[in-house]
């Protein structure tokens, strides 16, 4: 069977409360390699927000070619990444670190001929569509359709002209980077959705234990696990200003 690892969101360029996160984005990237490595994993996915935003500094830019050539080097693993909202489309859409076209697909523009990158593995041909984020303005033109004025639109006309160049009969892996339609969101969730965030954004080790009440959850208690003790800090701090009595927060030091 194909093995294939997603990650997302690694908003390399960040900073917390004016400290550099670059020595614990480092960390991550080689957490991400070492499991391509260990888990001989084929796929890698990269979902977007591989940036924090359009002009990251140079020293992330640096930082994330230096991994991809490494994924490059020493793995086997085929690469599917996409641009997210925080990224420059164009930026994304220019890396071509790799050697080898039949194992990559980088997109960081909408297109409207989304060609699919085909692997094989014993069951058979598996077509995956990289579809990067675009804004409403962006996909109208690019579809020539001026009914598309949501997300979900967007979305649609991205999957729609995919759909039509991969082989009948393939399996099918869709990567893309999106708002969520259709949902709400409970005020006292905040403090979830925030330790998600920071989990996605710098890659801490991290746990939610959630205790349901009768209509809603009561309770979250985040365990983290940091690699320096001044970010230790700083969230035992940003955490303190949640000011939610059901939210408890324990910030631990490696281990």
Same mark, same amino acid.
């Given at each position: 069977?194909?093995?294939?690892?997603?990650?997302?969101?690694?908003?390399?360029?960040?900073?917390?409360?004016?400290?550099?996160?670059?020595?614990?984005?480092?960390?991550?990237?080689?957490?991400?390699?070492?499991? $391509?490595?260990?888990?001989?994993?084929?796929?890698?996915?990269?979902?977007?927000?591989?940036?924090?935003?359009?002009?990251?500094?140079?020293?992330?830019?640096?930082?994330?070619?230096?991994?991809?050539?490494?994924?490059?080097?020493?793995?086997?693993?085929?690469?599917?990444?996409?641009?997210?909202?925080?990224?420059?489309?164009?930026?994304?859409?220019?890396?071509?670190?790799?050697?080898?076209?039949?194992?990559?697909?980088?997109?960081?523009?909408?297109?409207?001929?989304?060609?699919? $990158?085909?692997?094989?593995?014993?069951?058979?041909?598996?077509?995956?569509?990289?579809?990067?984020?675009?804004?409403?303005?962006?996909?109208?033109?690019?579809?020539?359709?001026?009914?598309?004025?949501?997300?979900?639109?967007?979305?649609?006309?991205?999957?729609?002209?995919?759909?039509?160049?991969?082989?009948?009969?393939?399996?099918?892996?869709?990567?893309?980077?999106?708002?969520?339609?259709?949902?709400?969101?409970?005020? *006292?969730?905040?403090?979830?959705?925030?330790?998600?965030?920071?989990?996605?954004?710098?890659?801490?080790?991290?746990?939610?234990?959630?205790?349901?009440?009768?209509?809603?959850?009561?309770?979250?208690?985040?365990?983290?696990?940091?690699?320096?003790?001044?970010? *230790?800090?700083?969230?035992?701090?940003?955490?303190?200003?949640?000011?939610?009595?059901?939210?408890?927060?324990?910030?631990?030091?490696?281990?």
């Amino acid at each position: 069977d194909m093995r294939i690892l997603h990650t997302a969101d690694l908003h390399l360029g960040r900073q917390f409360m004016g400290l550099s996160l670059e020595e614990d984005h480092e960390v991550v990237l080689g957490q991400i390699l070492e499991t $391509l490595l260990v888990e001989r994993v084929d796929v890698l996915v990269i979902a977007g927000d591989v940036f924090d935003r359009a002009s990251p500094p140079n020293s992330s830019i640096r930082q994330f070619n230096h991994f991809l050539k490494r994924v490059a080097d020493e793995t086997e693993a085929a690469v599917v990444m996409i641009s997210g909202n925080h990224d420059s489309g164009d930026r994304i859409e220019a890396m071509s670190v790799f050697s080898t076209a039949s194992r990559v697909l980088v997109r960081g523009i909408a297109d409207a001929v989304e060609t699919p $990158l085909v692997l094989s593995d014993e069951h058979g041909e598996i077509a995956f569509s990289a579809l990067p984020f675009s804004y409403e303005y962006a996909a109208r033109e690019v579809f020539g359709d001026e009914g598309i004025s949501t997300p979900a639109d967007v979305i649609a006309a991205q999957i729609s002209a995919a759909r039509g160049q991969v082989p009948e009969g393939t399996r099918w892996v869709v990567v893309a980077h999106a708002f969520v339609a259709g949902g709400a969101v409970e005020l *006292r969730l905040a403090a979830c959705s925030v330790f998600w965030h920071l989990r996605l954004t710098f890659g801490l080790r991290l746990v939610l234990l959630l205790g349901a009440g009768v209509d809603h959850l009561r309770r979250v208690l985040a365990i983290l696990r940091v690699h320096s003790e001044p970010l *230790r800090r700083h969230l035992l701090a940003a955490f303190s200003l949640l000011g939610d009595e059901d939210t408890g927060v324990c910030v631990l030091g490696n281990g």
